[in-house]
């Protein structure tokens, strides 16, 4: 792991103010690391991914986050699409897509539509099998990564059921529209897919589809949400690191910022933070490497704490640099915009909630 954060440290050098600025990743660099494996860092060496755990995968995510949380989410992307299809697709489908997304081609995760955004079960694309061939139409919007991925996993109705149908960019029917300048996140490639009479084998369905729409989504995004709780713990790291340095050399009132103590506090409680997040999202890693009954709500307690803590922190971090930190380009106000997203992405913070509500009231 350590030599691999080493590596994306190169990789990104100062670069990663500059591709916020210009709302793009360079694509060798996406290839570059797809090619390693490391946007799919859990797929098991069989299929050619370094098979990590996801305390290691994690770890590797908050480093990336870290650099750059629009990488950071491409990676995600690429993980979940990777997860999904482990997950759910038939033994030969797992065979040809992983080896390709772990060594360079990329992926999407299309759920949300114009109507189905918290609600995904008001999800409309659908799926109808016409023959060997099936037939594919629907619109979906905000999907990261959708500018530089080769394949796209559409999450459709399909009949009283879902599927997953794995869309090849490049299909007659698929149509991409950019979205225009992002709160945050500006170079994650976000765009809208819009599907119509896309027609493909109905090998492209994971697993044949039929399956329940909500056990579709639940399994994409329990890798989602783990993937975005690190990617905040790297914001997190990154804000300590620049709020600290100038709370130690900026002086005002002939003494060190930190020394004054209502800057200390928001020291305390961005290093807090930080702390509170990385102990959540080891325990939902732990509980994702062992299976454990409680995964669920782990990684659902491990996003929704990262998330809210990562906007404040980020926020606190703003504070504390002041004008120093107020303009386009600087580490701390890209932090700013790219964790505000993170409350709203995988399940809101008033999703988690009513998921953690949900979980406290179960329990006796
Ligand atoms: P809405 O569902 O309209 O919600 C609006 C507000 O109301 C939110 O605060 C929400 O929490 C609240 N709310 C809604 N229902 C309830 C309720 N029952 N109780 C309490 N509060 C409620 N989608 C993809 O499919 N793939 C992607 O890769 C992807 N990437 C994204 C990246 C970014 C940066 C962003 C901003 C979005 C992305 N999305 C993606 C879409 C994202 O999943 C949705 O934005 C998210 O699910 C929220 O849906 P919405 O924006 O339609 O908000």
């Given amino acids: ?8 440290t190169e990789l990104v050098g100062d670069q990663a103010s500059g591709w916020d600025r210009a709302g793009q990743l360079p694509e060798d660099v996406v290839r570059k690391l797809g090619a390693a494996g490391q946007l799919t ?3 098991p060496a069989r299929y050619g991914g370094p098979g990590w755990s996801s305390t290691d995968s994690g770890e590797f995510t908050a480093h990336v986050g870290s650099l750059c949380s629009s990488l950071r989410s491409v990676m995600t992307s690429q993980g979940m699409a990777a997860w999904t299809v482990e997950r759910l697709g038939d033994p030969e489908q797992a065979a040809e897509l992983l080896p390709r997304l772990t060594s360079g081609d990329t992926a999407a995760v299309a759920f949300s539509e114009p109507q189905a955004g918290s609600d995904l079960s008001a999800v409309a694309t659908t799926v109808t099998v016409d023959g060997d061939t099936l037939s594919l139409t629907g619109r979906k919007k905000w999907v990261t990564a959708a ?5 796209f996993l559409v999450v459709a109705r399909m009949g009283e059921d879902g599927a997953v149908v794995v869309v090849p960019r490049n299909a007659p029917g698929v149509q991409m529209r950019p979205v225009a300048d992002p709160l945050g996140c500006r170079a994650a490639g976000h765009a809208e897919v819009l599907l119509d009479d896309v027609r493909l084998p109905l090998s492209s369905l994971l697993g044949g589809g039929r399956q329940p729409l909500s056990m579709l989504v639940t399994t994409a995004l329990a890798y989602g949400r783990i993937s975005v709780a690190w990617g905040c713990v790297g914001i997190l790291r990154a804000c300590v690191t620049a709020a ?8 005002q009132f002939g003494q060190p910022l930190g020394r004054h103590q209502l800057v200390a506090r928001h020291l305390a409680d ?6 509170v997040a990385t102990r959540a999202c080891e325990y939902a890693s732990r509980c994702w490497d062992e299976n454990a009954p409680d995964l669920f709500t782990a990684v659902v307690l491990a996003k929704y704490v990262s998330a809210g803590h990562a906007a404040k922190g980020a926020a606190a971090a703003v504070q504390v640099l002041a004008s120093a930190g107020a303009q386009d380009g600087h580490l701390v106000a890209r932090a700013y915009r790219d964790a505000k997203l993170m409350e709203i992405i995988e399940g809101s ?16």
């Fill in 147 to 151: 500018e530089y991925a080769d394949l």
């Fill in 349 to 364: 913070n008033e999703m988690c909630q009513l998921m953690l509500a949900d979980h406290a009231l179960s329990r006796r």
């Fill in 244 to 251: 600290v340095g100038h709370a130690r050399s900026r002086e």
């Fill in 1 to 8: 792991v350590a030599t691999a954060a080493a590596a994306v």
């Fill in 270 to 275: 961005l290093w807090t933070a930080e702390q």
């Fill in 41 to 43: 860092a859990q797929i």
